[in-house]
């Protein structure tokens, strides 16, 4: 028995057939640079959804999909010659928003690092207090100790060397 289950590998199989098709087979001009990113294919193998990504806006996004539905009964009909299934999953096409929000969260992590760096570099480390004392320095990982519990009271001492 291979490894995975079987929706996952119909699923990627058909995600590999078509991507091959539409890169070799399918002239509609409205499809611009289509990366299919995964194909989710239900239990019974009856569903396939069609996740992709693209450069563009809007309106070339609208364009995309478009040519998609059109070349869908065509795309069906080679994935029934090339894969052999005792039916063809219906094909749906979805544009796949999760690559855009992971950009988008990568771009707010670089923002709030970019932050920090300023923040960093505008205060030195040993910059006195407003009220002339030192700020306290930060223990290093290696000094302590996750499993010392420490005493509410006096936050310096640890509980077990009293």
Same mark, same amino acid.
């Given at each position: 028995m291979g490894q995975g289950s079987r929706p996952d590998r119909v699923g990627e199989e058909i995600r590999h057939e078509l991507a091959t098709m539409l890169s070799r087979h399918v002239h509609d001009p409205g499809i611009g640079f289509v990366t299919l990113t995964r194909v989710k294919v239900s239990p019974d193998l009856q569903?396939?959804?069609?996740?992709?990504?693209?450069?563009? /806006?809007?309106?070339?996004?609208?364009?995309?999909?478009?040519?998609?539905?059109? =070349?869908? +009964?065509?795309?069906?009909?080679?994935?029934?010659?090339?894969?052999?299934?005792?039916?063809?999953?219906? @094909?749906?096409?979805?544009? /796949?928003?999760?690559?855009?929000?992971?950009?988008? @969260?990568?771009?707010?992590?670089?923002? @709030?690092?970019?932050?920090? /760096?300023?923040?960093?570099?505008?205060e030195p480390a040993? =910059?006195?207090?407003? /009220?002339?004392?030192?700020a306290p320095k930060a223990e290093? +990982?290696?000094?302590?100790? +996750?499993?010392?519990?420490r005493d509410p009271k006096d936050p310096q001492t640890p509980r077990n060397s009293r």
């Open positions: 569903q396939a959804r069609v996740f992709y990504t693209m450069i563009g /806006d809007a309106a070339k996004r609208r364009d995309t999909e478009r040519a998609l539905v059109r =070349a869908t +009964p065509f795309l069906r009909r080679q994935i029934g010659a090339k894969i052999r299934l005792r039916r063809v999953p219906e @094909i749906r096409f979805e544009f /796949d928003e999760s690559v855009e929000n992971q950009d988008r @969260i990568e771009r707010i992590l670089l923002e @709030i690092k970019a932050e920090r /760096d300023e923040r960093s570099a505008a040993d =910059a006195p207090a407003e /009220d002339g004392a030192t290093s +990982p290696e000094s302590h100790d +996750p499993h010392e519990s």
